[in-house]
């Protein structure tokens, strides 16, 4: 397998090029390769002696050292031959920058199959077609034909589009921001967003990510991988195609059918993305995510010297679903004493014309220490009686004390300039104008929300609480032999019923006043399959059986009462009566574990009403059967996102007879995992992780949030009285497109020998069959004697590597 790694940091490059004219796209990529630094770059081009004073090859397999990179700018018809001798020669990877065919949608799609095939063969990993290179600007490397150098720094901008992705460099360059890597995916044939995102995980340069995206390939491996990186470091996404024009044009474009734009904000929002939605906030948006603090909820308190332009901020928070904050009789009576009698006791703060440092500070220190209040804004015009600088010197000095996030607005141009260039130092975000401090506020906000989304992970329902299933089945499966897509009546009810949905009665003949007509409120759920993100639930307001404006949520399966709650608030769904509320959020739990269970179900479409004595009800039901669908390995095929895997949850014994749960690790299972880590001995530590190890906070985060669909580990809990320790854990990695997953163990000083080891490595085989794996294997420490006799003894093989470290694998297919 090439490897992305390698092929990103290369030693050694292979430019494969035809042309040597100034001015060429291939002179400025060559330019631009022999300004890297510490690397070897041949030049390869069949009929041309040299080459910008360097001898030039007939083809790379006439060159005597392995590549790690080849940049490949040719003829289309010579790419997918260019591409083959590269695989042959075992290069990691190619950088194609030519587009291809520009015909027909048949004939590109042909090629990039064509190109696909060489990367399956291979195992070389391929960029492009189409694409602009890439930029390590603190690896000083540059394969792109682009006439910049951005500075170094700590934003990934990875770009689907050649064109957006060489404006919006530009123009960062223009502004100074500093960037650790630039990307052009292009045609995205092999390596995607996902790849990516994954590789930065570990980079240190990057604190933040920005995405241009057109489509996403392979939805479940790209929320996969954000939901991995969002747990530590901010992603944001700017997507076009919000309005229903959009996707058209991006079809007629790219040849690809998009799903809905609706489904991907949610898919965005539920794997902690942050989506910008105008241009220029894209590169502002992923610079205050890494500022110091962010807030804990949308209660803002904006201090400002201008009634007029807190006109303009309220505006703007109420139309991004902000809120003004609302502070103590505390806080309010500190304001008081420094306020004129007339002074409207509202927040916004209008601190008037007159306002000085001094009360700016002691108005700005008052909010932020109240509780009622997550964030400031605090907006300057220019004054007599406040200088512009020394009031930022201050606002700098308040933002270390206190642990809420600030956002300015230094307004006047040249005057204020000096305070501007003090508060972006002591980096606090600071604008211009109120309307973009407001969205920065709100991106903080939903950032932090977003994350909360993301850790909630509902489980799959135990086999012991799962209502009556196989004869719904059997409907669905009959329904398919006799050619009937859509069920409808008792076979429909059946499936609410199974699911304690509950069905609104029918009125009795001659009794036409049902009870629909006291129906206080309608609504409909839907769950459709779309194109990209498998199924999705729709929660929509009716009247009359027609959707209103207001009133629209699109959440992913599987629901807790949390999602379900977010889902309600989304769609402004409100209810004087708690009972009502509690009764919605049942409904929407119970529907998506009916849609969770059945894959064969491509719709649901259930009229829900809310009656006037606050009871919620289905009122008609109609399903859809996917006649298209196959059972296959995978349980959950049309969800992107994994439930919590109940499946392995098992008591279990240990030798002596004490009583341990065998389950899969949780988010919530930190400060345990801290303890058990903390308290292990030196050596059981390097056998384990080879090196010594920093238990940090951020391991610990990566160590407890899994994504189930691409790794799974058991912990064994022990209770000890009222206390709960973890002793010990088994760990399975899924390795993408290999078909192997790598196993890892450790147990407790304590517990060892009682079993465990052998019981985890039994459950991590059992998991990769699940899995559909065709290997599980393992890296050891060759000295780790007790490993390898245990693996050997559960069948596995061992083979040495180098470096002291065996690898012990075991096949499954």
Request: charged content about 25%.
């Amino acid at each position: 397998m090439g490897s992305l790694k390698k092929m990103l940091s290369p030693k050694t490059i292979a430019f494969i090029g035809s042309e040597d004219r100034e001015g060429s796209i291939e002179r400025s990529i060559l330019d631009n390769l022999l300004s890297s630094k510490g690397r070897r770059v041949f030049v390869v081009s069949p009929g041309i002696g040299r080459m910008h004073h360097l001898d030039c090859y007939g083809s790379v397999s006439h060159i005597g050292e392995h590549i790690d990179l080849a940049v490949i700018v040719a003829p289309d018809e010579l790419i997918i031959d260019i591409a083959e001798e590269c695989g042959k020669k075992g290069v990691e990877g190619i950088i194609i920058i030519s587009a291809g065919p520009k015909t027909t949608p048949e004939e590109k799609k042909k090629f990039e199959n064509g190109i696909w095939k060489i990367r399956k063969d291979y195992g070389m990993r391929v960029i492009g077609p189409d694409s602009n290179g890439i930029i390590l600007p603190n690896d000083s490397l540059n394969t792109t034909f682009l006439g910049v150098n951005p500075e170094p720094g700590n934003i990934a901008f990875i770009s689907q589009s050649s064109t957006i992705g060489n404006t919006m460099l530009h123009w960062g360059v223009d502004n100074h921001i500093g960037f650790s890597m630039f990307v052009s995916l292009g045609s995205m044939v092999d390596v995607d967003f996902a790849d990516l995102i994954d590789l930065l995980q570990e980079d240190y340069f990057t604190k933040s990510i920005m995405l241009y995206v057109e489509h996403i390939k392979d939805a479940k491996k790209f929320l996969s991988a954000s939901r991995c990186f969002a747990r530590n470091k901010p992603i944001v996404v700017f997507k076009p195609g919000r309005y229903p024009q959009s996707p058209e044009t991006l079809f007629s474009r790219t040849g690809l059918e998009i799903g809905s734009d609706a489904v991907y904000d949610a898919a965005f929002r539920r794997v902690g993305i942050v989506r910008a939605k105008e241009t220029m906030d894209f590169f502002d948006t992923a610079k205050i995510l890494v500022s110091r603090s962010l807030p804990r909820g949308s209660r803002l308190a904006v201090i400002t010297n201008s009634g007029s332009i807190s006109i303009i901020a309220c505006d703007t928070l109420a139309e991004q679903k902000g809120q003004l904050a609302r502070i103590s009789e505390k806080s309010m009576e500190r304001l008081r004493r420094m306020m004129p009698s007339y002074w409207n006791e509202n927040n916004p703060f209008d601190l008037f014309g007159d306002a000085d440092v001094e009360r700016y500070l002691e108005a700005a220190d008052t909010c932020l220490k109240d509780n009622g209040v997550d964030g400031i804004l605090i907006v300057y015009a220019p004054a007599p009686h406040c200088d512009p600088g020394e009031l930022a010197k201050r606002i700098a000095g308040l933002s270390l004390k206190i642990a809420k996030p600030i956002v300015a607005v230094w307004m006047g141009g040249q005057y204020s300039h000096e305070g501007f260039d003090i508060l972006k130092d002591a980096n606090i975000p600071v604008y211009t104008t109120p309307e973009v401090a407001v969205r920065a506020c709100m991106y903080m906000f939903n950032y932090r929300r977003n994350i909360e989304l993301l850790n909630e992970t509902p489980e799959e329902i135990p086999e012991n609480k799962m209502g009556l299933t196989n004869h719904l089945r059997a409907i669905i499966s009959n329904a398919v032999k006799e050619h009937k897509e859509i069920l409808t009546g008792e076979d429909a009810a059946g499936f609410l019923n199974n699911y304690e949905i509950p069905l609104l009665n029918k009125p009795e003949p001659g009794k036409e006043t049902a009870a629909t007509e006291y129906a206080v409120d309608e609504w409909a759920l839907r769950s459709v399959k779309d194109i990209d993100f498998g199924t999705v639930i729709l929660f929509i307001s009716m009247t009359g059986g027609k959707r209103n404006r207001a009133g629209f949520a699109v959440g992913l399966p599987p629901l807790n009462q949390v999602l379900a709650k977010y889902l309600m608030d989304e769609a402004e769904f409100r209810a004087a009566d708690k009972s009502v509320m509690r009764h919605m959020e049942e409904v929407l739990m119970n529907f998506s574990r009916l849609i969770v269970d059945f894959p064969e179900i491509a719709e649901i479409e259930i009229e829900i009403v809310v009656t006037a004595d606050d009871k919620v009800y289905a009122k008609n039901v109609t399903i859809q059967v996917d006649k298209n669908y196959q059972k296959g390995i995978a349980q959950y095929p049309h969800l992107v996102i994994m439930p919590y895997p109940t499946r392995y949850i098992m008591p279990w014994k240990l030798r002596d007879g004490r009583d341990v749960l065998l389950r899969p690790i949780r988010a919530e299972d930190e400060p345990l995992i801290k303890e058990m880590m903390s308290t292990l001995s030196k050596e059981t530590l390097r056998l384990r992780f080879f090196v010594a190890m920093e238990i940090d906070h951020r391991m610990l985060m990566n160590f407890c949030n899994t994504d189930y669909d691409r790794e799974i580990a058991i912990v064994a809990e022990l209770n000890e009285g009222d206390k709960k320790k973890i002793i010990g854990g088994g760990r399975l990695v899924i390795e993408p497109d290999s078909g192997s997953g790598q196993f890892a163990l450790s147990v407790h000083d304590d517990f060892q020998r009682h079993g465990l080891g052998e019981k985890f490595l039994d459950i991590t085989i059992g998991i990769a069959q699940d899995k559909g794996l065709q290997e599980i294997y393992g890296i050891v420490l060759t000295e780790n004697d007790k490993m390898l006799k245990l693996s050997r003894k559960m069948g596995f093989k061992p083979a040495r590597l180098p470096d002291g470290i065996t690898r012990v694998s075991l096949e499954l297919d």
